[in-house]
């Protein structure tokens, strides 16, 4: 199997915790941000986004929560379940869409039984 | 239904051939782009369409070439491939980040240069 989670920041929680996955953004003129979920094998799967005009967002069981003067963002999930465990990113944008997103380096969430 | 439909899902070539990626989506929407996630899971994009005209081309190499159809397709040819290129490769799309729903990825397909 593959070996690269090693090389990405992991947090382990215990099932039925929360979980705050954190991630420092580069641009501060990113307009619009993302959270993804990447499970092994699969592509990115969009979780929840966030305005820069906003600094709390809520999801079902995800909050994500923005804070332009230090450029970080963080995704917090609640009762956290075995389906949870995945990679995490982050990803900053700017404007209409066109140009792309820049993607974080990815958090590796463990759930503990 | 796949929104965002890329194929191959697993390749597996030699040096110095060429090959090409597929990418289909049926969102309707205008813009698709091409990401590059490498053996330590880093995501970075490549190459963006909106409406069949290329918007960004980050620094990949001439061997790389977008193809684009009509505004739901998105072909990768990459020529001349090298060791270095093996990687897992999304394609993806969206409208406009405004109308809230961000970016659709396929699932990736995994080029092995051997």
């Known amino acids: 199997g593959e070996s690269v989670g090693l090389h990405l920041p992991t947090l382990s929680v215990q099932e039925g915790d929360n979980s705050i996955i954190n991630c420092a953004y580069s641009?501060?003129?990113?307009?619009?941000f993302i959270w993804y979920k990447q499970e092994s094998g699969k592509g990115p799967q969009f979780i929840i986004d966030i305005r820069s005009n906003m600094d709390k967002r809520q999801g079902q069981r995800v909050t994500v929560l923005l804070n332009k003067t230090v450029k970080h963002l963080s995704l917090q999930i609640a009762a956290t379940q075995p389906g949870d465990s995945a990679v995490y990113f982050c990803?900053?944008?700017?404007?209409?869409?066109?140009?792309?997103?820049?993607f974080g380096k990815g958090t590796h969430l463990i759930i503990q039984p | 239904d796949t929104a965002v439909s890329q194929t191959p899902k697993y390749l597996v070539t030699q040096m110095g051939n060429d090959k090409s990626i597929k990418c289909e989506q049926n969102?309707?929407?205008?813009?698709m782009y091409w990401y590059k996630q490498d053996s330590k899971k880093f995501l970075k994009i490549m190459f963006s369409?909106?409406?069949?005209?290329?918007?960004i081309n980050e620094t990949v190499p001439n061997r790389f070439s977008p193809k684009s159809p009509d505004k739901a397709h998105l072909n990768l040819h990459i020529n001349s491939l090298e060791l270095g290129d093996s990687a897992v490769y999304f394609c993806a799309s969206s409208q406009d980040v405004s109308l809230g729903y961000g970016y659709t990825f396929g699932s990736g397909t995994r080029l092995t240069v051997v």
């Open positions: 369409y909106n409406n069949k005209e290329l918007i």
């Open positions: 990803a900053e944008g700017l404007g209409g869409g066109a140009d792309g997103l820049t």
């Open positions: 969102l309707g929407h205008d813009t």
């Open positions: 641009n501060s003129a990113s307009d619009y």
